[in-house]
């Protein structure tokens, strides 16, 4: 059973990620087989070559992930997490929509595509989560 009742109701829960928050990230799409969260590009996701840092194109798949996984089961972690980095982005915006592909008794697994406003492929991410009992 799904947690949340409305995309509102998820994005209020989900302000309280302060490093999301933090990094721009917002959800625009929830529902039980995907959610899509994006982010602005700013000066300070860049690396000091000028491009976009690894960790903030993983830190946006792994909030699309987290998103889905926490909606279908809370609490939900990841355990294992598989990237593949395709092109470097050139836009001014990052979208990652998260997919199910199982969810199982005790795990979950989606497959992340991260792409960017010019319509560029940037990441391929695969994440195993691992359902937590509820506290």
Do not use: C, W
């Amino acid at each position: 059973m799904a947690k949340f009742h409305s995309l509102e109701e998820a994005q209020a829960y989900f302000q309280g990620d302060r490093f999301a928050s933090g990094n721009g990230i917002t959800l625009e799409a929830l529902s039980e087989e995907r959610s899509a969260a994006g982010m602005v590009l700013r000066d300070d996701h860049r690396n000091a070559l000028g491009g976009v840092m690894g960790g903030a194109i993983f830190t946006l798949a792994d909030f699309a992930s987290a998103a889905l996984t926490n909606h279908l089961h809370s609490p939900t972690v990841a355990q294992q997490v598989s990237i593949n980095y395709l092109n470097g982005a050139k836009g001014s915006r990052l979208t990652a929509v998260a997919e199910l592909v199982k969810n199982g008794r005790s795990s979950m697994v989606t497959e992340v595509r991260v792409t960017d406003d010019l319509g560029r492929d940037i990441a391929l991410m695969t994440f195993t989560s691992f359902k937590l009992s509820a506290p």
